[in-house]
């Protein structure tokens, strides 16, 4: 029976997604980048989903790409497979929910990339962040990294990272804004969990708007970014949830919403 590459779980209103490959400390392979985007776009669209924790099973989260994956290519070749690579971190970003992701261990390569292109990362004390590639003799820019990482640590960080290759560790990533939280590597579940349980708990679409909002405002100056606030907080004061999150908040009482 051939093991999956990547495992999905359930608890409650929250998926958590697993990269299954710890012999490979989940390294990427082509089988595992298609099943994770497959993976990612079933929970954009199953309504029931309301969070998502990408972790990685094992030892790390994820060493990057597979080293196995880079045989002789065409240039069109490369250039297709290249992008194909982006598809998961394209999914996590424009998807209306959150997700967190679960680091320890090491979290290089394309395992940084598809890290920072979510949400939120909490991290164990364990985890090492590295934006290798110019090691390889490969531009530093890969899997998201020069989009997304000077956005969240600013220039000279990201170019420290990933001109230099140098590893972060976990004290460090928190310090430079890199994740969110860091915690002991036997509380990391405990976090995560009262993290997606938290957003899970806030009404889908006000998660959606305030997402949209987060992500859009990376490229767009500040009228065409009101003009979308406008519209957002628009949609959300028109909705039932809204209505509850209202009348919850008279009655003293926690607001259970529905995403309607």
Not at 11 to 30: E, S, W
Not at 46 to 55: C, K, N, S, T, Y
Not at 145 to 174: C, H, K, N, S
Not at 223 to 252: K, N, P, T
């Amino acid at each position: 029976m051939t093991t999956p590459t990547l495992l999905a779980e359930r608890r409650g209103a929250v998926l958590r997604l697993t990269l299954n490959r710890p012999d490979k400390l989940n390294a990427i392979d082509v089988v595992l980048l298609d099943a994770l985007t497959e993976a990612l776009e079933r929970a954009e669209r199953d309504a029931e989903v309301r969070a998502i924790v990408l972790a990685g099973a094992g030892s790390s989260f994820c060493a990057g790409a597979d080293i196995g994956q880079m045989i002789e290519r065409t240039p069109d070749d490369w250039e297709r497979t290249v992008d194909h690579y982006l598809d998961p971190i394209r999914a996590i970003a424009r998807m209306g929910k959150p997700v967190i992701a679960r680091l320890h261990g090491n979290v290089f390569g394309g395992g940084l990339g598809l890290a920072i292109a979510c949400d939120f990362r909490v991290a164990a004390q364990s985890a090492r962040m590295c934006a290798p590639f110019v090691k390889l003799a490969l531009a530093g820019c890969d899997m998201s990294a020069g989009y997304f990482l000077p956005r969240l640590i600013g220039l000279g960080r990201a170019t420290d990272m990933m001109m230099t290759a140098r590893v972060v560790d976990a004290t460090e990533a928190q310090a430079i804004g890199l994740v969110s939280q860091t915690v002991a590597d036997d509380q990391l579940d405990a976090a995560v969990d009262a993290l997606a349980d938290k957003l899970a708990a806030f009404a889908p679409r006000t998660t959606a708007f305030t997402k949209g909002a987060i992500r859009r405002s990376l490229d767009r100056d500040m009228d065409g970014e009101f003009d979308y606030e406008i519209f957002a907080q628009v949609q959300c004061l028109q909705s039932a949830d809204h209505r509850e999150g209202v009348a919850a908040f008279r009655e003293r009482r926690a607001p259970v919403f529905r995403g309607v």
